[in-house]
């Protein structure tokens, strides 16, 4: 989760337990077929998805952090451990053993080179209808929260996914550089301008969870519950419907614990800072829906930006409840899942 760190007045809290300021009611999931959606949800394999997270952290322990020249490394030192080659050439590596085609997007704006890594599983009757499905690669320390988390829910989900076939175009996207200013997904949003974005989904923090009393603070200026045993569906009032899908799907099919943070608007006013540290906020100034997962990051984990964000902190069985909520709802929006019977 970005490095900035934002600020708050007040947002308003609406029925269902949700926060926003507008509703978010559960949806009647029209068309899904549930007993599909649960038995893809099942092919998420917990032990593969811990085991990358392991890997993925010492991808980034070992690795050479990046240049923190002209970054106030004697305040924030965070900033003079950040790494994202080896955490980027690994994601890649994944994509490609899947079978996707890769696609390497760099860009050097404003004299800082990064490099977003694109996989795709083309659909098709409507393969111009995209959705999205996105994680930054870059961390601080291990970041096994910040983000390897949320990239080891993107690589499942392309190992799941790939192996299936839609109507519509599934994208999976690494972010480059989200903890310097959000850097990648903003590049990214304005090297696409024309598609046909159905919906993004951003992964950023979803492993650390505690059901100790007042272990989950309030986001500045929201009320939020007490303990930090759910995982937050973060949306603006375009996305509340899919905010809605998933919070259905969820309960539907007895996942885990969800809370809904609708942001007023297009979400981007200053009311609605809390709601905008990651990936999805390009995607809100686009105009394009997007849903962000998080666990709330320093709201609730207290190795946030430190070096004792490790694996041995997180809850592998509620991130992986995370990720198969996640696949359900990229099955439902992508539409007409069928078994792949032609490889790649």
């Not at 950023?204 to 045993?229: A, R």
Request: hydrophobic residues 40%; charged residues 20%; contains cysteine.
């Amino acid at each position: 989760m970005t490095f900035a760190f934002r600020r708050s007045l007040v947002l308003a809290a609406t029925g269902l337990g949700l926060l926003g300021t507008s509703a978010c009611a559960p949806t009647q999931l029209e068309g899904a077929d549930l007993p599909a959606l649960q038995a893809l949800s099942e092919e998420i394999d917990q032990e593969r998805v811990w085991n990358d997270l392991i890997t993925l952290a010492e991808q980034h322990r070992t690795d050479t952090p990046r240049d923190c020249t002209g970054f106030p490394g004697k305040s924030f030192p965070e900033l003079c451990n950040l790494s994202n080659k080896n955490s980027g050439e690994w994601l890649k590596a994944q994509f490609e053993s899947f079978g996707l085609p890769v696609s390497m997007e760099t860009s050097t704006d404003n004299d800082v080179p990064n490099t977003n890594i694109v996989a795709e599983l083309r659909g098709t009757s409507k393969p111009e209808e995209i959705i999205l499905v996105g994680a930054h690669f870059d961390a601080f320390w291990q970041g096994a929260d910040d983000n390897s988390s949320g990239v080891v829910a993107v690589v499942e989900l392309a190992r799941v996914l790939s192996q299936y076939q839609f109507d519509r175009t599934i994208r999976f996207v690494g972010f480059d550089l989200e903890e310097i200013g959000i850097i990648g997904s903003h590049r990214y949003v304005n090297a696409h301008p024309n598609e046909n974005v159905v919906t993004a989904l951003v992964f950023d923090c979803i492993g650390f969870y505690s059901d100790k009393e007042g272990s989950q603070q309030s986001l500045p200026g929201l009320p939020s519950p007490s303990k930090g045993n759910f995982l937050a569906i973060i949306a603006n009032d375009q996305s509340a419907g899919e905010a809605s899908d998933l919070f259905s799907l969820s309960n539907e099919l007895k996942l885990m614990s969800t809370v809904p943070m609708i942001a007023g608007g297009r979400g981007t006013s200053t009311l609605s800072e809390p709601l905008t540290r990651s990936d999805h906020v390009p995607f809100w100034f686009a105009d394009q829906k997007a849903l962000f997962l998080t666990d709330t990051a320093n709201f609730r984990n207290p190795n946030y930006h430190t070096e004792k964000d490790t694996p041995d902190t997180l809850d592998k069985v509620r991130m992986t409840q995370a990720i198969r909520l996640a696949a359900t709802a990229l099955a439902y929006w992508a539409d007409g899942m069928k078994p792949r019977t032609t490889p790649l």
